[in-house]
């Protein structure tokens, strides 16, 4: 059982760097169709809803006001991520307060 550590660790690294290595390889050399090309400048703005809205909804109406706060501010103020995130912390707290 031990013996097979080392070799599980060297083969785990070389997978690794092979997936790593070969991104710019075929990067090069395929060209990706404009539709999934959109798909995946999507993507990280949908991972980041599906993480955010199910603790959203969890912490309940403070929760969800605070997020239209934090939604408000940001398009109010582009570019800065700290007077939003500062609008809707206080308005979570105001709201923990108050109810």
């Known amino acids: 059982m031990r013996e097979a550590v080392v070799p599980t660790i060297i083969g ?4 690794t ?3 790593r290595a070969s991104g710019p390889y075929l990067g090069r050399r395929l060209r990706i169709p404009s539709w999934l090309e959109g798909l995946l400048r999507a ?4 991972i980041i809803v599906s993480l955010v ?5 969890a912490a309940g109406v403070g929760g969800i006001v605070a997020t239209i706060a934090t939604a408000l501010a ?3 103020v582009r570019g800065n991520l700290v007077v939003p995130m500062a609008i809707g912390m ?6 923990k307060v108050l109810g």
């Open 53 to 57: 809205a199910p603790e959203v909804v």
């Open 17 to 19: 760097y092979a997936t």
């Open 90 to 95: 206080l308005v979570d707290v105001a709201m």
């Open 43 to 46: 993507m990280p703005s949908a």
């Open 12 to 15: 785990m690294a070389a997978v």
């Open 74 to 76: 940001a398009m109010a």
